[in-house]
């Protein structure tokens, strides 16, 4: 069966400066795989990487089979990516965000999957309201939203409940373990622990861009000492 997500040897450097090295990875179709790490450990440049914006130093990744580089086109085809960042184009509505991210896979506008979207991230009302109206929140629901346009069977989610209040994180958690259930491969880098250790199957603990450990979030916390306090410090 081929890998949802295959990292062989890959290393990253910035001059000097290593912030991957030697990440060895294969990640199973159907899994919901959380990337750990403090601040700096190198999570969000290998997301980076396997979504083709940032070049590896060297080594290779796959996405479904696809390698990140020399397979671009289909390697992003199958990713859906929800980055860390607020970025948007403050003057499109919703929809418009949506229907312009659906035009970079090539693909027909589809009313009634955008609908459909809308609707389960609870931005049917919000549809036709500009961007820079929105709350952070609702912001952080469209960046969900932008990454399923194209229906991609790997999700790789960075921080998606970072400055959400309680209620809204319960209820991506929920969105993103129901994506889960209905077949997507899960892949995201978080911070609440207690959350992603009721949903995940396993976990990989990056520091100083490697690859630590590489096990159930539980026994990652159990097995480094102070790594739960670490983390919420970080
Ligand atoms: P956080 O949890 O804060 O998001 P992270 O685990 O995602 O952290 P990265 O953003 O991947 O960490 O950064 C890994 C390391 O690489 C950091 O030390 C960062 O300063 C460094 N780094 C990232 N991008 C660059 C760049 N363009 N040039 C130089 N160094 C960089």
New binding site residues.
Partial sequence: MVAAIEIHQLYKC?GA?S?LENINLSIHPGEFFALL??????????ISILAGLTLATSGHAKIMGHDVVSDYVNARKNLGVVP?ELVFDPFFTVREALIIQSGYYGIRKNDAWIDEILHRLDLTDKADTNMRALSGGMKRRVLVAQALVHKPPVIIL??PTAGVDVELRQALWFFINQLNREGHTIVL?THYLEEAEALCNRAAM?KQ?KIVALDSIRSLINGIQGFSIQLRL?
């Fill in positions: 910035y400066f912030a790490g403090p601040n700096g450990a190198g999570k969000t440049t290998l860390q960075d921080e880098t990056l861009g970080s």
